[in-house]
């Protein structure tokens, strides 16, 4: 039997372009979810691996989709190579049990794990140079000004939750913590 696994890492990603991927690589059944890689308790991967058997294939877009580090990416190909199954990486190819399938396999899975350290260097190195600047706050962005704040609290006196939060758009949890806020302030 095929089987297909996608994952990404965050919940704002598309598992589509993935499952199209598997789709049309006519997989019989295919696990997918949204799943940080870092973590080795992915439900669903779990689950995937418990289906597989000797002579079953199981096929993925990316290396990286298995694991994000190369020691752990090397013992889940090899246990699955030591129970029978091929491993079909679409933007490798197929990954066999021999001397230069496993070279390349480590090979592959530390350029992966590099890629990925690299990206997260940038990232605190952007975060760092960012903190610098007078203006820079941690987190995101504020939806609402000051004043659109005011206004809303303003329309509380003579109106329920649910009529400012149609007019200002305001959820009612934002009007709760700027109300609670603004009591602790004073």
């Keep these: 039997m095929k089987y297909g696994y996608a994952r990404v890492s965050t919940l704002s990603q598309e598992l589509e372009i993935q499952l199209l ?4 690589e006519n997989c019989d059944l295919i696990f997918s979810e949204k799943y940080t890689g870092t973590r080795s308790d992915r ?3 779990n689950e995937l691996l418990n ?25 889940i190909v090899r246990d699955l190579f030591s ?24 090979t592959l ?3 992966a794990e590099m890629e990925r350290n690299m990206i ?9 140079i960012a903190r610098k600047r007078q203006d820079f706050r941690e987190g995101r962005p504020k ?17 329920s939750y649910k009529q400012v939060e149609e007019i200002t ?8 913590r700027a109300k609670n806020k603004l009591k602790t302030s004073h």
């Design 21 to 24: 991927a598997l789709e049309n």
């Design 43 to 45: 439900p669903q991967f």
């Design 51 to 75: 289906s597989l058997k000797d002579g079953d294939t199981l096929v993925v877009t990316k290396l990286d989709r298995l694991a994000r580090n190369t020691l752990e990416g090397i013992q």
């Design 83 to 106: 129970k029978g199954i091929r491993v079909h990486v679409l933007n490798v190819g197929l990954l066999e049990d021999t001397t230069m399938g496993r070279f390349f396999l480590t």
């Design 109 to 111: 899975l530390a350029v």
């Design 120 to 128: 997260v260097e940038r990232t605190q190195e952007g975060k760092a």
């Design 143 to 159: 939806v609402y000004g000051k004043k659109q704040i005011e206004h809303a609290l303003g329309l509380l006196e003579s109106r």
């Design 169 to 176: 758009g305001i959820s009612k949890s934002t009007l709760i």
